[in-house]
């Protein structure tokens, strides 16, 4: 059973250039999170989907970020613009119910570096 | 909205002796509490987990204590080894009732191993 995949792992862009990020959830799961790693911090939630959903995106700033999670294909976290301080690792996690209290599985993540 | 404390930021043991690493949370309706290990470079992966019926857990030589009315729990690795050494997140989530399941993380403690 495959873990949680996530691509690219790396991905540079330059400024102003829009970024796309792609999480394929365990077998089973239909519920993602993201979570952004800024350089010796700790992670922030920003959004949570289920399939074709966007049930919480309270952690997502309200400009250039968009997250979608159709019913077929991987979730997809898009920067449009990108900025130098968009520069973070971006993890996504797979859970099979969403509630609290289950086991989150991260992905490797996809460490973004803006020029 | 809930907010996450962890301490020390930082923490340095010699081989063969336990660490303990604390966290607090602030919203009285978190309900289950989970530790990451984090590798350089790797993804965060779960270590052991509380909920908040339970006070205490242990698994081998990691063991996880809750406190609900002081609002704070706390990892304890006994007889530490040097691959022991990484990152460690601890986390707070709040079950709504129904679907929601994003983790609130702390800002991590590096701990280190000396052989």
């Known amino acids: 059973n495959a873990g949680v995949m996530q691509n690219p792992r790396h991905l540079v862009r330059r400024r102003g250039q829009e970024a796309r990020l792609r999480c394929s959830p365990m077998k089973g799961h239909s519920h993602v999170y993201w979570y952004r790693q800024l350089p010796e911090e700790g992670l922030k939630f920003m959004v949570y989907?289920?399939?074709?959903?966007?049930?919480?995106e309270s952690g997502m700033p309200k400009e250039r970020f968009s997250a979608e999670f159709p019913k077929e294909g991987p979730s997809i976290l898009r920067i449009q613009q990108v900025v130098r301080g968009d520069s973070a690792a971006y993890f996504c996690?797979?859970?099979?119910?969403?509630?609290?209290?289950?086991?989150?599985?991260f992905g490797p993540g996809t460490r973004l570096t803006v020029l | 909205g809930e907010n996450v404390e962890q301490h020390p930021s930082t923490l340095s043991v010699q081989e063969g002796d336990s660490a303990v690493i604390k966290c607090t949370y602030s919203d009285s309706a978190s309900n289950y509490f989970p530790w990451y290990k984090q590798e350089l470079g790797k993804r965060p992966q779960l270590i052991i987990d509380?909920?908040?019926?339970?006070g205490e857990k242990k698994d081998q030589r990691i063991a996880v204590t809750l406190n609900k009315t002081a609002k704070h729990f706390s990892l304890h690795i006994t007889e530490t080894q040097p691959e022991d050494s990484a990152v460690y997140f601890c986390?707070?989530?709040?079950?709504?009732?129904?679907?929601?399941?994003?983790?609130?993380f702390g800002k991590g403690t590096k701990l280190s191993v000396k052989p």
């Open positions: 509380i909920r908040s019926n339970v």
């Open positions: 986390a707070a989530s709040i079950d709504y009732g129904g679907s929601q399941g994003n983790l609130i």
């Open positions: 996690a797979s859970s099979p119910s969403g509630r609290a209290g289950d086991e989150q599985f």
């Open positions: 989907l289920q399939k074709e959903n966007i049930i919480d």
